[in-house]
């Protein structure tokens, strides 16, 4: 199997070691490696033609960014706000200095040349599998779930501009295919789905808390779980990850704005 595939993996060892190598590869923050890996999903002729047509606009990619906080910072639910996430000041503190080593590594980026692009891909491309495991968050491990949010927010972090708008843009979302799978389309859905639920938890609020609190078990130990019982524990385990991690997301856009105005990016519309 290759690496893709391993990410896919029921095995939750396989799947999580195939992200972290991922995850190392996005750290690293080279030019031809992002483009290996992010370039193949921006050249399909839908996603290239709706990104061309944005970054027309001279306020597309700082209005994209404010589209995306916008919808991270809507709740999914009134349940939501019985397990606020962590203090916005520590995610705050930690985006400015991610952000900044980020935009710094990448900054010839948006100077020189591009690289030749990669081939669009006739199979799953890293960001396709990378949207789909987010997609089947309910699903996933908490391991999981944590290693892939990271790898998600790292993405959304890059400056350059196609890459920006690809994962922040919901102009650029609405434009694709229906099917197509882009981080707002995905956002919407876990959204909905966490909604639908926690309608089906009893008495969700104290159980949210708990598992915030550090008690992610629903009942008891895991091996006392019926398989009813695992299910609500995996959602309720599942939907306090998520309010953590839209907060993440939420704190990089406004770090990600911050950045782009020391920088002077995103005033001008730009093209590689």
Not at 65 to 76: N, P, T, V, W
Request: a negative charge.
């Amino acid at each position: 199997t290759t690496l893709l595939e391993r990410v896919d993996s029921m095995n939750d060892e396989e799947s999580v070691a195939a992200l972290q190598l991922f995850a190392s590869l996005v750290d690293i923050h080279d030019e031809k490696v992002m483009s290996m890996l992010v370039g193949p999903a921006l050249l399909r002729p839908e996603v290239s033609s709706a990104l061309s047509a944005e970054l027309e606009k001279p306020s597309a990619c700082s209005d994209a960014i404010d589209a995306l906080e916008e919808r991270l910072s809507s709740s999914f639910s009134s349940l939501a706000s019985e397990c606020p996430p962590s203090s916005d000041d520590e995610y705050h503190k930690d985006a400015i200095r991610l952000v900044s080593v980020c935009f710094r590594c990448c900054e010839l980026w948006l100077h020189e040349d591009a690289s030749p692009p990669p081939p669009a891909p006739s199979a799953p491309s890293f960001v396709d599998v990378v949207l789909a495991k987010l997609s089947a968050f309910f699903r996933n491990s908490l391991h999981v779930n944590l290693v892939l949010s990271g790898i998600v927010a790292k993405l959304v972090t890059f400056p350059d501009p196609r890459q920006h708008l690809f994962f922040t843009s919901q102009a650029v979302s609405s434009a694709l295919p229906a099917g197509m799978l882009s981080l707002h389309r995905v956002l919407e859905k876990l959204d909905k789905e966490a909604g639908t639920r926690l309608a089906g938890v009893e008495d969700a609020a104290a159980k949210l808390r708990a598992a915030q609190a550090g008690g992610c078990h629903v009942t008891g130990g895991r091996e006392e779980l019926d398989a009813d019982d695992e299910r609500e524990r995996r959602t309720v385990e599942g939907l306090v990850v998520l309010v953590e991690v839209r907060a993440e997301l939420r704190v990089r856009m406004q770090a990600k704005r911050q950045c782009c105005a020391a920088w002077r990016l995103y005033s001008m519309p730009a093209a590689r």
